[in-house]
C-alpha cells in the first residue's frame, strides 16, 4: 500500500514557508492529515466510557510526541507494535490507525497495557477504538507492564516498535526496559516519553551508559516539524539542561549482557 503521509511529509517543510505563498500547516494539521479518527479524539471536549460515564479527556501524549511516531512508524513500518500506558488512547488510536492503513495488518497488530484503563478511565479508550472499528488491530492488556511484559515474553512475542509511557516511577520503567529489550527485534524502535521526569532520565541514562553497545540514540528533534535550524537550538537546549521529553533508541542487534558485565554510573 502506498505510503502516503511519508509522500505529504516531503513537501511539508516547504509548505509550512511562506516562500509558497501558501497557508502555513503545523504539526497538528500533519499528524491528523488523513486520520478524521484522531482528529475527533484529540478535539473531544468529553468522551464517554464503557458505563456512560462522560470524562473531559487529559494527559494525551504531545502532538509533538504523536507526530514524531508517525513519522518513525513511516521509517520502519512495523507489523507489531507495543504500548505501555494508554489512559485516553491518542497514541493508541495513532498506531491502531497506522497499522489500518496497511493492508496486511496483522489482528492485534498493535498492543497496549494500562491497568487503570476501566477504573480510572472507565474504559474510554477501548470504547473509541471499538466505535472506530479498530478492535480488531488493538489488544488490550488490563494488568501493570511489570507482570504483563513476562508473559509476552514468555508466548514468545516480538515488536518492532515499543513507546513506553505508563507508570513514571523509576523501578517500573527500568522493568518496561528490561523486558522491552527482550521484545524488541533488531533494528527496532524503543522511545520513551516524559524523559525530563527523573524517574525516566535515570533509566535513559542507565541504557545511555550501559546499554551502549546494543543501542544508538536517535534525535527527536530529526524527526519534528519545523524549521530544521530551529529543531537543532532546541535539540541543544533540550539535551543541555535534560529537558528532552521523548527520547528514542534503535536496537542494533540482540542480546544481552554478560552477568559480570561491567557496571557504569549513571
Ligand atoms: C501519560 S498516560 C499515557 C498517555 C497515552 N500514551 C496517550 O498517548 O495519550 C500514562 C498511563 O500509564 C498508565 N499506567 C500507570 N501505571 C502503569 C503500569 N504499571 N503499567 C501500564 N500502564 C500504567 C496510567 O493508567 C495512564 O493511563
Same mark, same amino acid.
Given at each position: 500500500? /502506498?505510503?502516503? !503521509?511519508?509522500?505529504? +511529509?516531503?513537501?511539508? +517543510?516547504?509548505?509550512?514557508?511562506?516562500?509558497?505563498?501558501?497557508?502555513? *500547516?503545523?504539526?497538528?494539521?500533519?499528524?491528523?492529515? /488523513?486520520?478524521?479518527?484522531?482528529?475527533?479524539?484529540?478535539?473531544?471536549?468529553?468522551?464517554?466510557?464503557?458505563?456512560?460515564?462522560? &470524562?473531559?479527556?487529559?494527559?494525551?501524549?504531545?502532538?509533538?510526541?504523536?507526530?514524531?511516531?508517525? =513519522?518513525? !512508524?513511516?521509517?520502519?513500518?512495523? $507489523?507489531?507494535?507495543?504500548?505501555?500506558? &494508554?489512559?485516553?488512547?491518542?497514541?493508541?488510536?495513532?498506531?491502531?490507525?497506522?497499522?489500518?492503513?496497511?493492508?496486511?495488518?496483522? /489482528?492485534?497488530?498493535?498492543?497496549?497495557?494500562?491497568?487503570?484503563?476501566?477504573?480510572?478511565?472507565?474504559?474510554?479508550?477501548?470504547? %473509541?477504538?471499538?466505535?472506530?472499528?479498530?478492535?480488531? *488491530? !488493538? @489488544?488490550?492488556?488490563?494488568?501493570?507492564?511489570?507482570?504483563?511484559?513476562?508473559?509476552?515474553?514468555?508466548?514468545?512475542?516480538?515488536?518492532?516498535?515499543?513507546?513506553?509511557?505508563?507508570?513514571?516511577?523509576?523501578?517500573?520503567?527500568?522493568?518496561?526496559?528490561?523486558?522491552?529489550? =527482550?521484545?524488541? $527485534?533488531?533494528?527496532?524502535?524503543?522511545? %520513551?516519553?516524559?524523559?525530563?521526569?527523573?524517574?525516566?532520565?535515570?533509566?535513559?541514562?542507565?541504557?545511555?551508559?550501559?546499554?551502549? $553497545?546494543?543501542?544508538? $540514540?536517535?534525535?527527536?528533534?530529526?524527526?519534528?516539524?519545523?524549521?530544521?535550524?530551529?529543531?537543532?537550538?532546541?535539540?541543544?537546549?533540550? @539535551?543541555?539542561?535534560?529537558?528532552? +521529553?521523548?527520547? *528514542?533508541? =534503535?536496537?542494533?542487534?540482540?542480546?544481552? =549482557?554478560?552477568?559480570?558485565?561491567? %557496571?557504569?554510573?549513571?
Amino acid at each position: 500500500m /502506498e505510503n502516503t !503521509f511519508a509522500k505529504t +511529509h516531503a513537501v511539508s +517543510h516547504s509548505k509550512a514557508g511562506a516562500r509558497t505563498g501558501m497557508s502555513p *500547516i503545523g504539526a497538528r494539521e500533519m499528524l491528523i492529515a /488523513e486520520m478524521p479518527e484522531l482528529e475527533k479524539l484529540l478535539k473531544a471536549e468529553n468522551l464517554s466510557g464503557l458505563t456512560g460515564r462522560i &470524562i473531559k479527556p487529559r494527559m494525551f501524549s504531545t502532538i509533538n510526541n504523536l507526530y514524531v511516531l508517525r =513519522r518513525l !512508524f513511516a521509517e520502519i513500518k512495523p $507489523e507489531r507494535t507495543l504500548e505501555i500506558g &494508554i489512559a485516553f488512547g491518542a497514541s493508541a488510536v495513532l498506531f491502531s490507525l497506522l497499522h489500518k492503513a496497511h493492508s496486511s495488518h496483522p /489482528e492485534g497488530a498493535h498492543q497496549g497495557i494500562d491497568p487503570f484503563q476501566i477504573s480510572d478511565f472507565d474504559g474510554c479508550a477501548v470504547k %473509541f477504538l471499538k466505535d472506530h472499528g479498530l478492535e480488531s *488491530i !488493538f @489488544r488490550f492488556h488490563y494488568k501493570p507492564s511489570g507482570e504483563v511484559l513476562p508473559t509476552l515474553l514468555t508466548n514468545g512475542n516480538r515488536f518492532q516498535l515499543i513507546y513506553v509511557d505508563g507508570s513514571h516511577l523509576f523501578e517500573d520503567v527500568f522493568v518496561d526496559f528490561f523486558y522491552s529489550h =527482550r521484545l524488541l $527485534e533488531p533494528g527496532g524502535i524503543i522511545a %520513551f516519553d516524559d524523559t525530563q521526569d527523573p524517574h525516566v532520565l535515570k533509566v535513559v541514562r542507565f541504557i545511555r551508559n550501559n546499554y551502549s $553497545e546494543f543501542y544508538e $540514540e536517535l534525535s527527536p528533534y530529526d524527526y519534528q516539524f519545523g524549521h530544521p535550524l530551529k529543531l537543532k537550538v532546541k535539540s541543544a537546549v533540550a @539535551r543541555l539542561t535534560s529537558s528532552q +521529553h521523548l527520547t *528514542i533508541f =534503535r536496537k542494533t542487534h540482540d542480546g544481552v =549482557r554478560k552477568w559480570n558485565a561491567r %557496571f557504569n554510573n549513571f
